[in-house]
Each structure stands twice: as structure tokens, then as C-alpha cells.
T-cell receptor
Framework: EAGVAQSPRYKIIEKRQSVAFWCNPI?????LYWYQQILGQGPKLLIQ????????DSQLPKDRFSAERLKGVDSTLKIQPAKLEDSAVYLC?????????????FGAGTRLSVL | DQQVKQNSPSLSVQEGRISILNCDYT??????FLWYKKYPAEGPTFLIS?????DKNEDGRFTVFLNKSAKHLSLHIVPSQPGDSAVYFC????????FGKGTKLTVNP
């Protein structure tokens, strides 16, 4: 079974530029999550999708971050415009509603550096 | 406001000995707790979990203990192996997962 795929693995941009990350969850997983992990911190949930609907986006900075999951499969997370403090690893995770409770499977992440 | 705390940033143990990683939480409503392991340049990998209605769960060399009255859980690894060297994250669930900052475990040969 293929795991969660993310691209790109690394991205370097200048502040005020825009950037997009892509995630393809494990096949059949209805729930998809985007996390932000700043160096030295644990992952922080940005947004959770159930199929193509948003379940929780309470911690998503909506003035600059947006995410979509068209057709309930893969997802994109966009930052526009980027700030220095957005430098972090962006992790995508997925889970099955029929699987073990609360277990999320993570991709390798995209490391973003904003200069 | 950190709801899940891992107060030890790092831990070093000898191969074959026991590793004990600790985690404290503040919200008594958390109903599930998980441990994830993370190697450099990889995403976190699920290791073991425990429901709030239990006080112990074991899986091979890994055991998680939950003390609800103290709002404390711990992960025991016995015996520790060099391949266990990684960052370990404690996470608590109340619908969504809340992660601690992680503890870097180094197992020396």
C-alpha cells in the first residue's frame, strides 16, 4: 500500500511570494490533514478535511493560507503572500474512518524556507 | 497554552537498557493518546496508542502507561536498540490530535 505522497520536498522562496504544496493521501482514506511543524515544535493542525468538506480550519491563518481538496482525494495548501515566520515543515496526513481510532499516517513533508 | 508537554528535549541511553519517555497533559477530556516516532527527513510514524479507559498497552518492546489522575503518560522501550534513535512525539486526541514538542532519543551502542 502506497503511503501519503507530498511534493515538493523542499521549497525556498522570498517573503511576499506565493507557494503551493500538494498531497495525495493513502487510497481510500476519507480524512486528510495539513499540519505545520516549526523547528523544535510538534506538528500543529492547520486544516482537516472529511472527503472534500472542511471539518476544522480553526488554526488556519485564513488571510494568507488556503487549502482545497477537490473531488475528495488529493489536496493543495497555498500560502500567499508568505512571511518569514511561515518557514516550517508542512506535513500532510490521512486516516480512514474504518481504521484504528485516531491513527493518522503522515507524508514526509515539504520543508519551506522563506527568505 | 501547551496542552501536551514533553519536558525532556533529549534522552540518551545505552543499548539494551530501558528508555522511558514522559508526557504530561492538562486537558482531562482527552480520550486517546498516541506516540509517534520521527526520523530525520521523514514524516512521523505511528508507534503505539492507548485509550483513556486503560492504564497500559503493550506492543513488543514498547509499552505505554497512562496515569489519568496525574495526567501523565510514559513510553517504555525495552530493550533499547540503536535503531530506536529518533524524535518521539506524544499526542493526545479530542477529535483532533494535539502534539507535544518531542523528545530526541539517542541509543548508544
Amino acid at each position: 500500500e502506497a503511503g501519503v505522497a507530498q511534493s515538493p520536498r523542499y521549497k525556498i522562496i522570498e517573503k511576499r511570494q506565493s507557494v503551493a504544496f500538494w498531497c495525495n493521501p493513502i487510497s481510500g482514506h476519507a480524512t486528510l490533514y495539513w499540519y505545520q511543524q516549526i523547528l523544535g515544535q510538534g506538528p500543529k493542525l492547520l486544516i482537516q478535511f472529511q472527503n472534500n468538506g472542511v471539518v476544522d480550519d480553526s488554526q488556519l491563518p485564513k488571510d494568507r493560507f488556503s487549502a482545497e481538496r477537490l473531488k475528495g482525494v488529493d489536496s493543495t495548501l497555498k500560502i500567499q503572500p508568505a512571511k518569514l515566520e511561515d518557514s516550517a515543515v508542512y506535513l500532510c496526513a490521512s486516516s480512514s474512518i474504518r481504521g484504528p481510532k485516531n491513527i493518522q499516517y503522515f507524508g514526509a513533508g515539504t520543508r519551506l524556507s522563506v527568505l | 497554552d501547551q496542552q501536551v508537554k514533553q519536558n525532556s528535549p533529549s534522552l540518551s541511553v545505552q543499548e539494551g537498557r530501558i528508555s522511558i519517555l514522559n508526557c504530561d497533559y492538562t486537558n482531562s477530556m482527552f480520550d486517546y493518546f498516541l506516540w509517534y516516532k520521527k526520523y530525520p527527513a521523514e514524516g512521523p510514524t505511528f508507534l503505539i496508542s492507548i485509550s483513556s479507559i486503560k492504564d497500559k498497552n503493550e506492543d513488543g518492546r514498547f509499552t505505554v502507561f497512562l496515569n489519568k489522575s496525574a495526567k501523565h503518560l510514559s513510553l517504555h522501550i525495552v530493550p533499547s536498540q540503536p535503531g530506536d534513535s529518533a524524535v518521539y512525539f506524544c499526542a493526545a486526541s479530542l477529535g483532533k490530535l494535539v502534539f507535544g514538542k518531542g523528545t530526541k532519543l539517542t541509543v548508544n551502542p
